[in-house]
T-cell receptor
Framework: SAVISQKPSRDICQRGTSLTIQCQVDSQVTMMFWYRQQPGQSLTLIATANQGSEATYESGFVIDKFPISRPNLTFSTLTVSNMSPEDSSIYLC????????FGPGTRLTVL | RKEVEQDPGPFNVPEGATVAFNCTYSNSASQSFFWYRQDCRKEPKLLMSVYSSGNEDGRFTAQLNRASQYISLLIRDSKLSDSATYLCAVFGNAGNMLTFGGGTRLMVKP
């Protein structure tokens, strides 16, 4: 399976600021996704990160709030913009490589 | 109705017990099925895929019932280290993507 790393692993941010999360994969993958897991909840797909084109967002998520970049087949970023306490969550990068696998997650707390 | 549904538990079982979880899905056209394990404050990790014929990996057995639209996970001879949340995931239940259930929490006690 692919090895996935995320940075930062955790952060505490002030309301109104933005945070960019990086996801790096050790091999080229076609399918890359960003998920959110709020406390005590299951995983919710935010968007599919498409290489060379705009991300595909799920219902309830918009580009202005969660801009995504995918400059190549091994890297993607997710930005959480204009944060509020409701954005406190774990953000997970995921790839498909002989199965679907997850990065270690970024634990975000917004004060 | 949720698209992929699980009993949240917790299931509290003694060591050595056999425990089973079910997961129902809403779309009969769903294509692939998986069980993930998630430890506290960690990412989900793929436990096993679920094949039409069922599959077994050591103490773990996964089965698919297409007629009733559910998958199951059976854990035999439970260990303390099996304590975790078990998430089912269904591909194709709602579009071309994995949809996760809410997870079932298992606590194995000495």
């Amino acid at each position: 399976s692919a090895v996935i790393s995320q940075k930062p692993s955790r952060d505490i941010c002030q309301r109104g600021t933005s945070l960019t999360i990086q996801c790096q994969v050790d091999s080229q993958v076609t399918m890359m996704f960003w998920y959110r897991q709020q406390p005590g909840q299951s995983l919710t797909l935010i968007a599919t990160a498409n290489q060379g084109s705009e991300a595909t967002y799920e219902s309830g998520f918009v580009i202005d709030k969660f801009p995504i970049s995918r400059p190549n087949l091994t890297f993607s970023t997710l930005t959480v913009s204009n944060m509020s306490p409701e954005d406190s969550s774990i953000y997970l990068c995921s790839v498909v490589s002989q199965g679907q696998f997850f990065g270690p997650g970024t634990r975000l707390t917004v004060l | 109705r949720k698209e992929v549904e699980q009993d949240p538990g917790p299931f509290n079982v003694p060591e050595g017990a056999t425990v089973a979880f079910n997961c129902t899905y809403s779309n009969s056209a769903s294509q692939s099925f998986f069980w993930y394990r998630q430890d506290c404050r960690k990412e989900p990790k793929l436990l096993m895929s679920v094949y039409s014929s069922g599959n077994e990996d050591g103490r773990f057995t996964a089965q698919l019932n297409r007629a009733s639209q559910y998958i199951s996970l059976l854990i035999r001879d439970s260990k303390l280290s099996d304590s975790a949340t078990y998430l089912c995931a269904v591909f194709g239940n709602a579009g071309n993507m994995l949809t996760f259930g809410g997870g079932t929490r298992l606590m194995v006690k000495p």
